[in-house]
């Protein structure tokens, strides 16, 4: 299966009730922009892996970080914990930024 979402696609699909952003970049990245209605998750917190543990395997995650490396990994580790439905946003925050797409 394609853990990989087009900035285009993950649009379309934020607009759907159960579709959650993860952004699991820095709170100092995080600082210079963020995707509006994110959540975000640091990815070198000592405690990352209990915080995705903790969040609603139900519901349909697009996870990004600055260029894809950490949010493709996050996915492969969602996956390993019984989420059913993660995405890596291809290219990342700053694909989304280059596509011109609002950003906080």
């Not at 990004?64 to 990342?92: D, P």
Request: proline content about 1%; hydrophobic content about 30%.
């Amino acid at each position: 299966m394609n853990n990989e979402i087009t900035v285009k696609d993950a649009v379309k699909r934020m607009g759907e009730d159960d579709v959650c952003v993860l952004d699991v970049r820095t709170p100092d990245e995080r600082a210079r922009g963020y995707i509006e209605g994110s959540e975000n998750v640091n990815f070198y917190d000592g405690n990352f892996k209990s915080e995705i543990e903790k969040l609603d395997h139900s519901k349909t995650y697009i996870v990004h970080c600055a260029g894809g490396g950490r949010s493709s990994k996050t996915v492969q580790m969602m996956k390993e914990l019984g989420f059913n439905a993660c995405y890596n946003l291809s290219g990342g925050f700053n694909e989304w930024v280059k596509k011109g797409m609002k950003s906080e």
